[in-house]
Nanobody, 123 residues
Framework: QVQLLESGGGLVQTGTSLRLSCAAS????????MAWFRQAPGQDREFVSA????????TYADSVKGRFTISRDNAKNTMYLQMTSLKPEDTAVYYCAASRLSPAMWKNDYAYWGQGTQVTVSS
């Protein structure tokens, strides 16, 4: 089992930055890909970004490309999401997820999920 714990969410203003963290523990050696998803009220959970746990190859949703940066620190078993130029439409609960698959860009590819952290961007 892999346990994931997100942190770093909060209430920020449009145009500012925020960094989310996801600490992983447990069977991390079986994980190939980690990702961030987000879910706004009344909407489906959507893919934000993913990163290969071993090689660092990353992918992004078009809506965040150029504004968000995903990274990982293998020594700390921690993944990050640096979010810049935040917009009100970025408001959502952000979830960390881990997969034994690669590539993995769909919700169903991910077996392990964190509890989520709220990000609210005020206009």
């Amino acid at each position: 089992q892999v346990q994931l714990l997100e942190s770093g969410g909060g209430l920020v203003q449009t145009g500012t930055s925020l960094r989310l963290s996801c600490a992983a523990s447990g069977g991390i050696s079986s994980v190939l890909t980690m990702a961030w998803f987000r879910q706004a009220p009344g909407q489906d959970r959507e893919f934000v970004s993913a990163i290969r746990w071993d090689g660092g190859t990353s992918t992004y949703a078009d809506s965040v490309k150029g504004r968000f940066t995903i990274s990982r620190d293998n020594a700390k078993n921690t993944m990050y999401l640096q979010m810049t130029s935040l917009k009100p439409e970025d408001t959502a609960v952000y979830y960390c997820a881990a997969s034994r698959l690669s590539p993995a860009m769909w919700k169903n590819d991910y077996a392990y999920w964190g509890q989520g952290t709220q990000v609210t961007v005020s206009s």
